[in-house]
């Protein structure tokens, strides 16, 4: 965050990004990059473990670019929720990670992906109308861990 308690410069271009991203008059490239760029809070859920989802074989990392937006995501997730599905102390309070946008990308999603064997990608301000999906494709993440750099496996693919 910002010296003055509002969001810091690069969290600020990423809202802009992700809000002509939106009205469809984004540039993906400019996206990912304001995305490396920004400080990111990923809540934590039970120990230490980031706030994930997974969605069609992809492992979906929540990440927000502030706090009131994590704070709508939690929220709803606690309404939604089972009596005894998450963690009584998320009523009260949120711990959080705050990461460079870049170290998630580059660093921490590698080693997750390493450690879980399951392609991982970063969703941005999820209840935003400006949400953006990072895809774990080449571009966003590295070519290590991006599934259109993996090799295909024997008998699939297309078809001939």
């Known amino acids: 965050m910002g010296g003055d308690g509002g969001p810091s410069t690069g969290t600020a271009e990423l809202r802009d990004r992700m809000g002509a991203f939106a009205r469809g008059e984004g540039d993906p490239r400019a996206l990912v990059e304001a995305v490396r760029g920004a400080e990111l809070l990923l809540p934590l859920l039970g120990e230490d473990a980031v706030w994930t989802a997974d969605l069609e074989d992809i492992r979906w990392v929540f990440a927000f670019t502030g706090t009131r937006e994590m704070h709508t995501f939690l929220q709803q997730k606690w309404e939604a929720a ?25 660093e921490m999603l590698p080693a997750w992906v390493g450690r879980d064997r399951v392609p991982m990608g970063v ?15 080449s571009g966003i993440v590295p070519d290590a861990i991006a599934l259109d750099r993996q090799p295909v496996a024997e008998g699939e693919g297309a078809a001939s």
Request: no cysteine.
């Open 82 to 106: 089972e009596p005894g599905e998450l963690p009584a102390g998320l009523a009260r309070f949120a711990r959080y990670l705050a990461v460079d946008g870049e170290e998630l990308l580059q």
């Open 123 to 137: 969703v941005v301000d999820v209840t935003s109308d400006a949400r953006a999906f990072l895809p774990p494709v």
